[in-house]
């Protein structure tokens, strides 16, 4: 089974440092696509960042609103996510998800997700 | 960017009765690949999303068969045969066609009259 266990949301400064992890299980991660798509409090889903697998080129995108603030990497030895947010703004605030995204073969989507994290940025 | 925009935004259904989702995509999802990477996703209260339909039209594993997706190059539709009390939630389309990014429609809600 699928398992990916979001942890190091908080309350932060704006201006301030986060690092959220994900912990994955149940695949092959070695081989995984993943990213973080977020969600503001009543709001939709935003993607934030991929990273590919290292095989792939292990490349890193983000999107524009967090670009040069966020970073994106991954430790393959112990199957975890990494999302390291600098300098961040109050319009960050929100809910963040771990997901594995799947490649053209096969769904191109994000297939599985985590519970989330709540990061809240508030003075 | 692609802007996914989706109707409605709300939408109440009556148990047992169908209901359906639009969504139109700004440009085309058609990929230079023959493929079209558009999405559903369903979320339910207090839920993490969950992938339903992949390529426009796929069920992904697990997916009850009374969810369908159809539709074609900026157009696409899912669909719910027979509305069950677990359906309940907000439902997203979601493009991978042209990246980055990925981008998502705004939300549409079902809740049951």
Redesign the interface.
């Known amino acids: 089974e699928v398992q990916l266990v979001e942890s190091g949301g908080g309350l932060v400064k704006p201006g301030g440092s986060l690092r959220l992890s994900c912990a994955a299980s149940g695949f092959t991660f070695t081989n995984a696509w993943m ?1 973080w ?1 977020r969600q503001a409090p009543g709001k ?4 934030v960042g ?1 990273i590919k697998s290292k095989t792939d080129g292990g490349t890193t ?4 609103p967090v670009k040069g603030r966020f970073t994106i990497s991954r430790d393959d030895s112990k199957n975890t996510l990494y999302l390291q947010m600098n300098s961040l703004k109050t319009e960050d605030t929100a809910t963040y ?1 771990c997901t594995t995204f799947a490649g ?1 073969a096969t ?10 994290t709540l990061v809240t940025v508030s003075s | 960017d692609i802007v996914m925009t989706q109707t409605p935004l709300s939408s109440p259904v009556t148990l047992g009765q169908p209901a359906s989702i639009s969504c139109r995509s700004s440009q085309s999802l058609v ?1 230079s ?1 023959g ?1 079209t ?1 558009l ?1 559903w ?1 369903q979320q339910r209260p207090g839920q ?4 339903l339909i ?2 426009i039209s ?1 069920r ?1 594993s697990g997916v009850p068969d009374r969810f369908s997706g159809s539709g074609a190059g900026t157009d696409f539709t899912l669909k719910i045969s027979r509305v069950e009390a677990e359906d309940v939630g ?1 439902y ?1 389309c ?1 493009q ?1 066609t042209q ?9 549409t809600k079902l809740d049951i009259k």
């Open positions: 990213s798509v939709g889903l935003e993607w991929r995108d983000y999107a524009a998800y053209r769904t191109r989507s994000f297939d599985y997700w985590g519970q989330g | 990929h690949d493929n990477y999405s996703l993490p999303p969950r992938l992949y390529k796929n992904f907000v997203y979601m991978a990246f980055p990014p990925y981008t998502f429609g705004q939300g």
